[in-house]
């Protein structure tokens, strides 16, 4: 494996292992300048959504850099306030307009809500007139895809949730195995908080590499698509440099013992926003 190295999703259409998030990132310079660096070292994966504010900066940085649009792989997301089908379409061509490119490789509903069968609508009509590669929803768990699965005529490619040692959520990733639906996580590394975990560091020791990168080559070989943020241009880098070594089974056991099912972020069973 290395930085180029893709997955195939279950319609064949094949997505990067590693991705920078751009979750925070300023609109305009910083933005910019963090997707340019990526792009330079080598990620081909850039994951934004509706809520970031900051798409233009993305699409600006894309279409500026020397790679072609199609070598780069565009995630973003449909927000709460606008799903329903005929908001999911609207907000949808605001993104693109935004991210100056016609299609998107991989769209997601951002929370599930009640109207998130009506948004997949809008999404599964645009996925078959080819304006987006994939579908998927993010922050679904087992009984929000039990509920919203049946429904489905395009069955998603993506679960992206949070996930990282504290919160493995191995239920909701052999389930989303079972469902051919890819697993993606959002906050690896808890914020910079992998770092002060005494395990992580000896494991980081070991192997001679950072906490951080120990749980990123964790996330690859659980098979769960990793997309750590930054806008620095050293942590970019070094969070890419996790595809010479290889974790033993025996250590990633200690890594999924940490799981304390403990969120950093929002429950999605209990959405207020």
């Not at 494991?203 to 943020?229: E, F």
Request: aromatic letters at 8%; proline letters at 4%; charged letters at 25%.
């Amino acid at each position: 494996m290395n930085i180029s190295s893709k997955v195939k999703l279950n319609n064949g259409v094949e997505m990067p292992w590693l991705g920078l998030g751009v979750f925070q990132a300023s609109e305009g310079g910083e933005v910019e300048n963090a997707v340019e660096t990526a792009l330079e070292t080598g990620y081909r994966s850039i994951d934004t959504a509706a809520l970031y504010g900051n798409e233009r900066g993305v699409g600006t940085a894309v279409k500026e850099s020397s790679i072609e649009r199609e070598d780069i792989f565009i995630t973003s997301k449909v927000w709460n306030s606008d799903q329903g089908y005929q908001s999911t379409l609207k907000a949808f061509e605001e993104s693109l307009e935004k991210l100056q490119t016609d299609y998107l490789d991989l769209y997601l509903i951002h929370w599930p809500m009640s109207k998130s069968a009506e948004t997949w609508k809008a999404m599964e009509e645009l996925y078959e007139k080819g304006k987006i590669m994939a579908i998927g929803v993010s922050n679904f768990l087992v009984q929000h895809l039990e509920e919203f699965l049946p429904g489905c005529k395009v069955q998603p490619a993506v679960n992206q949730v949070e996930f990282h040692p504290e919160l493995v959520q191995q239920e909701l990733l052999d389930y989303c195995q079972s469902k051919n639906i890819r697993v993606e996580a959002w906050s690896p590394i808890m914020k910079g908080k992998v770092n002060d975990i005494p395990v992580l560091q000896a494991l980081a020791a070991k192997y001679r590499k950072t906490p951080v990168q120990i749980v990123l080559r964790w996330d690859i070989q659980k098979g769960v698509v990793t997309i750590p943020k930054s806008v620095n241009p050293e942590r970019i880098a070094a969070n890419a440099d996790i595809f010479d070594f290889e974790i033993s089974d025996e250590d990633m056991a200690k890594i999924d013992r940490l799981d304390k099912n403990n969120r950093i972020g929002p429950d999605p069973n209990n959405v207020s926003f």
